[in-house]
């Protein structure tokens, strides 16, 4: 098999493409959620925190020269990654949990019990007509 013929039938199967779909759904959330963090929380704490902007909070290192920039550690920026990441954290915990959910009450919902095989039935007429004798 060639090799393109064995890339397709690998890109083509349901996991990758499921995969792939994915990715590009939660790449999207992850920049709302980033937007939701940096545009709407963030500011309203900063604000309660006495006018600060948690993209300036940074501990220097090194200030900067007319050669060299400053060398910062940007713990702001570190927090706000923080809250993105307890934010997507709970959202997939809370959709993880309403699918457990809907599978268990799936498998809670008794199933017809599958029809007797030919065997079974003539074992049963069988039986039935020795009960007569």
Same mark, same amino acid.
């Given at each position: ?30 920049? #709302? ?6 545009? @709407? %929380?963030?500011?309203? !704490?900063?604000? *309660?925190?006495? $006018? ?26 570190? #927090? ?6 307890? @934010? %997507?954290?709970?959202? !997939?915990?809370? *959709?993880?949990? $309403? ?26 007429? #069988? ?7």
């Amino acid at each position: 098999m060639s090799l393109v013929k064995e890339f397709k039938a690998f890109a083509m199967r349901g996991n990758v493409v499921d995969l792939a779909v994915a990715v590009i759904i939660g790449g999207a959330f992850g920049r #709302i959620v980033s937007s939701l963090v940096n545009d @709407i %929380i963030m500011p309203p !704490i900063g604000v *309660m925190l006495g $006018g600060v902007d948690f993209k300036d909070l940074v501990l220097v290192l090194k200030r900067a020269t007319d050669e060299i920039e400053a060398v910062t550690i940007n713990y702001g920026m570190f #927090i706000q990654n923080v809250i993105d990441f307890l @934010i %997507i954290a709970f959202v !997939i915990f809370m *959709m993880i949990k $309403g699918i457990n959910s809907f599978r268990k009450k799936e498998a809670e919902t008794p199933a017809d019990p599958p029809a007797p095989t030919t065997q079974e039935q003539l074992l049963t007429e #069988i039986r039935d007509l020795l009960k007569k004798e």
